[in-house]
């Protein structure tokens, strides 16, 4: 898993519920990311964190929010969950820059 | 739109047999891509990768080819082996900050 350890693994949730999606890392990379997966549309970046206390928007921001109060942690809030966020989410680091390594994935589903 | 685009959704291949997958892209300011494979209910996993100053690199079985003229990449996989059968991503970065990625192929690589 690359050192990247992602909770929960699996919830369901109900539309207009709010949850946060947990992401650490064992290192003390800089870089970490936040993507979902969806079938036909493949890995679609949410948001970005080049360092400590910065985030940047993806391709699919919306809904979502972020925040990496330190080096290690990086997480996901759904506000007010949504059947269109039904999806596979991924944490990713990348040690060097040129290369993204993921955690293993949490699987969500919004009735 | 996409930036990263794998017109492909599967493929399929006899074992011992050359697997080509191919993957476009649109931003000419992608200096950096990459390939991933993934196995289901698993994180993707890093294969190989390529700079833009290069036209080719390999890796045992694995060879990608970067056509910066016609801003197109594509993945060898030489032998193709049962185990090869998984999901593969490309993806491409400026500069090394937020990777894209391609919507994915499904290689089945039949004994």
């Known amino acids: 898993n690359a050192g990247v350890t992602q909770t929960p693994k699996f919830q369901v949730l109900k539309t207009g519920q709010s949850m946060t999606l947990q992401c650490a890392q064992d290192?003390?990379?800089?870089?970490m990311y936040w993507y979902r997966q969806d079938p036909g549309m493949g890995l679609r970046l949410i948001y970005y964190?080049?360092?400590?206390?910065?985030?940047d928007k993806g391709e699919v921001p919306n809904g979502y929010n972020v925040s990496r109060l330190n080096k290690r942690e990086f997480s996901l809030r759904l506000e007010s969950a949504a059947p269109s966020q039904t999806s596979v989410y991924f944490c990713?680091?990348?040690?060097?820059?040129?290369?993204?390594?993921f955690g293993e994935g949490s699987w969500l589903t919004v009735v | 739109d996409q930036q990263v685009k794998q017109n492909s959704p599967s493929l399929s291949v006899q074992e011992g047999r050359i697997s080509i997958l191919n993957c476009d892209y649109t931003?000419?300011?992608?200096?950096?891509f990459l390939w991933y494979k993934k196995y289901p209910a698993e994180g993707p996993t890093f294969l190989i990768s390529?700079?833009?100053?290069?036209d080719k690199n390999e890796d045992g079985r694995f060879t990608v080819f970067l056509n910066k003229s016609a801003k197109h990449l594509s993945l060898h996989i030489v032998p193709s082996q049962p185990g090869d059968s998984a999901v593969y991503f490309c993806?491409?970065?400026?500069?090394?900050?937020?990777?894209?990625f391609g919507s994915g192929t499904k290689l089945n690589v039949k004994p």
């Open positions: 990713a680091i990348s040690p060097s820059g040129n290369t993204i390594y």
């Open positions: 290192m003390n990379h800089n870089s």
């Open positions: 964190s080049a360092s400590e206390g910065t985030t």
């Open positions: 931003n000419s300011m992608f200096d950096y």
């Open positions: 390529i700079s833009s100053i290069k």
């Open positions: 993806a491409a970065s400026e500069g090394f900050n937020k990777f894209y």
